[in-house]
């Protein structure tokens, strides 16, 4: 007999779609366990990442109260129109008087008009100086022209100063324009004209400007900033002075001789208020997500996600363990925590809302506490060192710095590298063309040729010449060096470099014919500076400059101080206190880490995700052995039926026969 090729011709019972139903039923309660653990997995992945929002939103809060500079901010306020001001945390509080008598301008140069700007002015050297800075530039047939000096003068670098060619509508001049305000700063332009005169109003000479003879027109005249601060005269070469009262930055615009103007500098109370209350509301925000995740409705017997979640239960308990304690390092200050600045916890949810556990501010006590116990507050936020010694500031920490009082002791206190004059001034010393140009090397930064003013000086006022002339260096100021000059004891000059330790070095590389001899100034390598040695919490620590670095492996790692004065042996303690949000911020810091609960808990569920994905694979594969088995067991029936039915019909047939002879008899 022929084989039944599909499933249900011979029966047309034990179809394909029977086998279908059965596989259905089959496979149905496994993959409706599946979807389940799924959808319950990928809820609460979703949900794990709010947390990791959360936590981000709170560190982000943390870290505008982790340093005295947030905590302690401070604004700089004014009515006057003259100037504005900008303050920073280390700003002394109080009121100043400031009168703007006269603003910085920069220089400016300009040509005779010029009918083209491709006219030729002539050919041959010119030397243009700014500050201490002289460029010598070529000008020939190539660059002789307004443009081509333009574009000659432009492309001097290291030389402050910038020209153009402006057009006035009815000819063309060319300008030359000082990149830096103040005296200082002025133009001096020199020429080597090629028609063998260096002074007149033909060829190049006409771009002389030298004092002597000034063949441009000074358009602007160089200026410096003039003020009074509290009566005292100071004078500055920008508008922007932020080095005479400390922390603040004035930004002068205008003038106001004769009608001083009050400067206010008080401690911003309301931003730091508004940063505490973002901290706050941060918290309450994460506080309120797992209070969602985490709850449990009687009534309805629905419970959060992420109920009994360890994870969470662990994070949450640590962030409160730290919002909860007194700060070490403040058991005995007038704010030691969060309950003492008016921050307290929602202990029960209120009526019909989800804030159990959230906090509570109350700006009024926070203000209060602020105004008695400004640098316990800073304590109890942020990181700070505390010294018993004020020659020994605390500057910095790092993540390894453990909480503690650590002992601080000197063996070499750090020095500036200074150059002593070989011969006592009299009582009067004459600058002039033999005695009056060096060149000095400041921490290893050499500087240009330095001229002294010409005149008679007494030994303080040659001090404060040479002083201002090395300070005014442009290769100095660029690189952040600076000296003073005194004179010691025996009357000698005394060159010291402001820098402190092993790099601070004075050479003095170049001088006149005669400096030596009057000055007392020759060609030589100074004293160098020395480091500060010492020990933190007994351990060696490292020494550059004034600072000196806590040892590696020590609890006190970390650590940064600058030390101040000569004393050497004992200089007392430091302690070291991590406030609430120096602390929180370590904490969420280690949570979302790549080993940390949030990443630990994320991996764990995308690995059970892989799980059911697997056993879907595996699902599938033995639902479609059973199929298989039904679809054998249906054909050998499927064949057996067809068999009897065909015996059935056969024998239908031979009766039908022998009926069909019986009626025919």
Known sequence: MAGISSIGIGSGVLTSDLIDKLVAVEKEPADKRLTSRESTLNTQLSEIGRVQSALVDLRLASRSLDSMADVL?????????????????DAPLGQFSIEVTQLAQAHSLASSV??????????????????????????????????????????????????SVLDTGSGFQLVFNATKSGTENAITINVTDDDANNTDTNGLSQLVFNGT??????????????LKINGISITRSSNTVSDAIEGVTLNLTGTNAGAAANLSVARDDDTIADRVQEFVDKFNAYQTLVNELTAFNPDTLEAGVLIGDSTLRSITAQAREILSGVVEGLESANVRSLADIGISTQVSASAGSNDGGTLIFNSTTFKAKLAESPNDLVGL????????????????????????????????????????????????????????TLKIKIDGTETAELTLAAGSYTPAELAAEIQSKINADNNLINAGKSVSVSVDGSNQLVITSDAFGTSSTVEITQVDTNTAAQLGLVVGTGTAGVNVEGTINGKAATGSGKVLTAAVGDDSEGIRLEVSGTTTGDRGTITFISGVADQLIDKVTSFLASDGAITTKTNSLTESLDDIAEERVKLDERVDA??????????????QIAKLKNTQDFIKSQLDALVAGSKSD
């Open 73 to 89: 901010a401070v604004k700089a306020s004014t009515s006057a129109s003259a100037f504005s001001a900008t303050a920073s945390a």
């Open 114 to 163: 010029f009918t083209n700007k491709t006219d030729t002015i002539g050919t041959g050297t010119l030397s243009i100086t700014v500050g201490s800075t002289t460029k010598n530039i070529t000008i020939d047939n190539t660059n002789n022209t307004l443009e081509g000096i333009r574009d000659a003068v432009n492309a001097e670098t290291g030389l402050d100063v910038s020209a």
């Open 213 to 226: 003879t000034n063949n441009l027109t000074e358009t602007v005249q160089a200026k410096d900033a003039n």
């Open 381 to 436: 936020f942020a990181s700070q060192g505390r010294t018993t010694d004020n020659q020994v500031k605390f500057l910095s920490n790092t993540n390894a710095t453990q909480k503690g009082t650590y002992a601080i002791n000197i063996t070499t206190a750090a020095t500036q590298g200074n150059l002593n004059g070989t011969v006592a001034l009299g009582g009067s010393t004459t600058i002039d063309g033999n005695n009056d």
């Open 626 to 639: 059973f199929r298989k088995q039904l679809e054998t067991q249906f054909t050998a029936a499927d064949i």
